[in-house]
T-cell receptor, first 111, second 110 residues
């Protein structure tokens, strides 16, 4: 049930854009996105609920295609602070009693 | 700062021993989840507690058990430790569908 993310790793120069994809084999109620820096706990970025809404703040946004069971995270004009491993997390029901993190995408932003 | 604390930060145990990890979340966060994160891997869902009752469980054996208390603290207990239990253990409390992670407890089993 673990969602699959692509790409596995990406290297960007400051100012470039990136897209990270998350794909599930199960129908989803929600998709969460997290960033985790080495040796630290995951930090919540945003949640997208069933309904296909797109969310965003600052230069990071995400979309959720409920029919395709996919979500994408968009990072625009990347900054050095964006470096880390990005995980999607999925719930298949409103009660959220099973939460699965994706396979992870390592993102490195270089000057 | 997420307001979620965990103790201890690091722990070394030997195979066969038992361990208790603790988590304290913010007032009003009725749901707490525990995750195991092996080195280089994503967090794996162990279980979730809601209002002091287990509300869901991942693919972990019964020697992984938990408790949640009325004061928004919780425990993860692992019996008969195995070498593969070495990992970072994260707790996360939930409020309005957002999970707030603690800094984790790094467990090493020798």
């Amino acid at each position: 049930q673990q969602p699959v993310q692509s790409p596995q790793a990406v290297i960007l120069r400051e100012g470039e854009d990136a897209v990270i994809n998350c794909s599930s084999s199960k129908a989803l109620y929600s998709v969460h996105w997290y960033r985790q820096k080495h040796g630290e706990a995951p930090i919540f970025l945003m949640i997208l609920l069933k309904g296909g809404e797109q969310k965003g703040h600052d230069k990071i946004s995400a979309s959720f295609n409920e029919k395709k069971q996919q979500s994408s995270l968009y990072l625009t004009a990347s900054q050095l602070s964006y470096s880390g491993t990005y995980f999607c997390g999925t719930e298949t029901s409103r009660t959220g009693n099973q939460f699965y993190f994706g396979t992870g995408t390592s993102l490195t932003v270089i000057p | 700062e997420t307001g979620v604390t965990q103790s201890p930060t690091h722990l070394i145990k030997t195979r066969g021993q038992q361990v208790t990890l603790r988590c304290s979340s913010q007032s009003g966060h009725n749901t707490v989840s525990w995750y195991q994160q092996a080195l280089g891997q994503g967090p794996q869902f162990i279980f979730q507690y809601y209002r002091e009752e287990e509300n869901g469980r991942g693919n972990f054996p019964p020697r992984f058990s938990g408790l949640q208390f009325p004061n928004y603290s919780s425990e993860l207990n692992v019996n008969a430790l195995e070498l593969d239990d070495s990992a970072l253990y994260l707790c996360a409390s939930s409020y309005e569908e957002t999970q707030y992670f603690g800094p984790g407890t790094r467990l090493l089993v020798l």
